[in-house]
């Protein structure tokens, strides 16, 4: 037996061990908004310049402006503030009336960027006073323990124009060169690969050795011929 064989076999526990320590932290990569009762006094208002992250898709948005003595209005702030939001890990997203389809493919991150803000309904609960600070002014504001939204992340969806890559619903999309076609080639990534390896050009002997599209997918033996299934 090698010394670098050895080495492996010796360190894998503890590897194995962090990668299930690793896949147990939970993301909180969601928000949960509450309605709140705001205290603050609108004596002043206030006008601020937004500037979105992503400049090619989004313009920015300035505030109030005087220019050669005339004004023009911008972004202004409301006061005062309506809803209260925290991050939040969700699991077991499921149907609540039949038919049950599977929980599609999601793309987590503890940066999640853009959000869906859907409606929330949550039985129960109580009013709670909560201390906050932030740039318009330090009071003690009541969160109503009624929930009412729900903030998903959301990506935008991978064109055939775009290289290689998963779509946020683990579909590899996209384009290859050399007459290559973008396929999931771990469970985790797409890549480029040939024609050939699609596992509906695939022998039936050799489903095993197929990619499909979805990264969720195995090539597996259906109806005499390869196609790709769920697990």
Request: charged letters at 20%.
């Given at each position: 037996m090698t010394v670098m064989r050895l080495a492996f076999m010796l360190a894998a526990p503890l590897l194995?061990?962090?990668?299930?320590l690793a896949i147990a932290q939970p993301v909180f990569d969601h928000m949960t908004c509450f309605k709140i009762g705001d205290p603050v006094v609108p004596r002043v208002g206030y006008t601020m310049d937004v500037n979105p992250?992503?400049?090619?898709?989004f313009a920015p948005m300035p505030g109030d402006r005087v220019?050669?003595?005339?004004?023009?209005?911008?972004?202004?702030?409301?006061?005062?503030?309506?809803?209260?939001?925290i991050d939040v890990e969700v699991a077991n997203a499921r149907q609540t009336r039949a038919p049950y389809t599977a929980a599609s493919w999601l793309a987590a991150g503890p940066d999640p960027?853009?959000?869906?803000?859907?409606?929330?309904?949550?039985?129960?609960?109580?009013?709670?006073?909560y201390p906050v600070v932030d740039q318009f002014g330090t009071r003690t504001i009541k969160v109503r323990?009624?929930?009412?939204?729900?903030?998903?992340?959301?990506?935008?969806?991978?064109?055939?124009?775009?290289?290689c890559q998963s779509n946020a619903n683990g579909i590899c999309q996209g384009l290859c060169p050399?007459?290559?076609?973008?396929?999931?080639?771990?469970?985790?990534?797409?890549?480029?690969?040939p024609p050939a390896s699609q596992c509906g050009n695939m022998s039936s002997g050799m489903c095993g050795d197929?990619?499909?599209?979805?990264?969720?997918?195995f090539c597996g033996a259906t109806?005499?011929?390869?196609?790709c299934l769920h697990p």
């Open positions: 194995l061990g962090s990668a299930r992250k992503e400049l090619d898709r220019t050669g003595g005339v004004y023009s209005a911008g972004c202004q702030i409301v006061l005062p503030a309506k809803y209260f939001c960027g853009d959000r869906l803000c859907y409606k929330l309904k949550c039985p129960g609960g109580r009013d709670v006073s323990r009624q929930t009412a939204f729900l903030c998903t992340p959301a990506w935008r969806q991978v064109t055939d124009q775009d290289p050399d007459g290559n076609v973008c396929l999931g080639v771990t469970t985790q990534s797409c890549g480029c690969a197929g990619l499909c599209p979805g990264l969720w997918e109806a005499g011929a390869c196609g």
